[in-house]
C-alpha cells in the first residue's frame, strides 16, 4: 500500500497532475510524499476523503500553493489548524463527517472560498471571522450543536444556500434577513420557536425549510409567496391529549401561493400554530386530532367573514332608509 501510494504522488508529480485521488487509503497521517521538496504546485483538486486523518500539516500551504479545492470527507480531523488560512486561492473546502470541535478564525483568510462544508462534526459555534468570506455561496453547517449563528453572517453577501439542519438553534438572528444573494435556507430539526418578521422579505430567497421545529408557532407573512417546508414532529405523535396526524408530519412544500388573491384576514388566518381541532368520543379512546387550516380554506373562510360584514352594512343601510322614510 505504501509503495503504491509512493508511486501515484510520484507520478502525479512528474507528470504535474492538476488532480490527486487518495480516497478509500485507510491513510492515518498526511503523505509525506506531498510534502517532500517543493511539493505538488500545480496541483488544484485533493481527494482524501475516508480516511482516518486527525490533523492537516503546517506548511500546508507551501507545499500545495495553488490548491482550489480540499476534499477530507469522512476523516478524524478535529482542529482546522490555523495554517488553513494561507491556501489563499481555495474555493472549496469539505470537512464533513469528522470530527471537528473548532474551527480557527483564520479561515476568515479564505477570500477565494464559495463552498464550506462543515457539516456532522461537534460545533457548538463558528468564528465571527466567517463573516470575511465575501465570496462564499454554499455553507452547510447541518448536524453540529450549534446554538447560535456567527455574528458577521449576514455580510456574507454572496451566500445563496445556507443549511443548519439539526442542531439547537433557538431563534435566527434578525441581521439573517440582509443576506442579498440568500436563494435557500433550512433549519430543519432545530428549537426554533419564531423566525424574523422581516424573514422571506428578499426576492431572492425562495426555499425556507423550517420541518420539526416542534415549538415554532407561526410564519412571518412575507414566506407565504415562497416554497416552505414545515411539519410537526413525528415523536410528538402520541404524547399528550394533542396527536399529530401522520400524514402532517412529513416535510410538505406548500407550493407558491401568488395564484390567488390575499386578503388581510387570509394572512391572519394562515397561522401554523392556530389549529382547528376536531373532537372525538372520549369512549372511543381515539385520540383528538390537529387539522391545520389549508390555502384554500383559510380563502373560503375569509370569503365568508368579508360576507357576513357585507351583508351587515347593506342591512345597516337599508334599516337607515326605511327610518328615513318612517319620519
Known sequence: M????????????????????????????????????EGL???????????????????????????????????????????????????????????LEIVCPEIGRLRALRHLRLANNQLQFLPPEVGDLKELQTLDISTNRLLTLPERLHLCLSLQYLTVDRNRLWCVPRHLCQLPSLNEL????????????????????????????IHLKGLPSYLYNKVIGCSGDPQQKDRGPWAWRPEENRAKPLGHLQDWDSTPWETCLRVLGSPVCTWRCEASRTPRCIKFLTPTQ?????????????????QEAWDSHTLEAQE
Open 2 to 37: 505504501a509503495s503504491e501510494l509512493c508511486k501515484t504522488i510520484s507520478v502525479a508529480r512528474l507528470e504535474k497532475h492538476k488532480n490527486l485521488f487518495l480516497n478509500y487509503r485507510n491513510l492515518q497521517h498526511f503523505p509525506l510524499e506531498l510534502l517532500k521538496d
Open 41 to 99: 504546485q500545480y496541483l488544484e483538486r485533493l481527494y482524501m476523503k475516508r480516511n482516518s486523518l486527525t490533523t492537516l500539516p503546517e506548511n500546508l500551504a507551501q507545499k500545495l500553493p495553488n490548491l482550489v479545492e480540499l476534499y477530507l470527507h469522512s476523516n478524524n480531523i478535529v482542529v482546522i489548524p490555523e495554517a488553513i488560512g494561507s491556501l489563499v486561492k481555495l474555493q472549496c473546502l469539505d470537512l464533513s463527517d469528522n470530527a
Open 186 to 213: 433550512s433549519m430543519a430539526g432545530n428549537r426554533l420557536a419564531f423566525l424574523p418578521l422581516d424573514l422571506g422579505r428578499s426576492r431572492e430567497l425562495q426555499y425556507v425549510y423550517v420541518d420539526n421545529n
Open 298 to 314: 383559510c380563502r373560503h373562510d375569509g370569503r365568508e367573514a368579508e360576507g357576513h360584514a357585507r351583508a351587515d352594512q347593506q
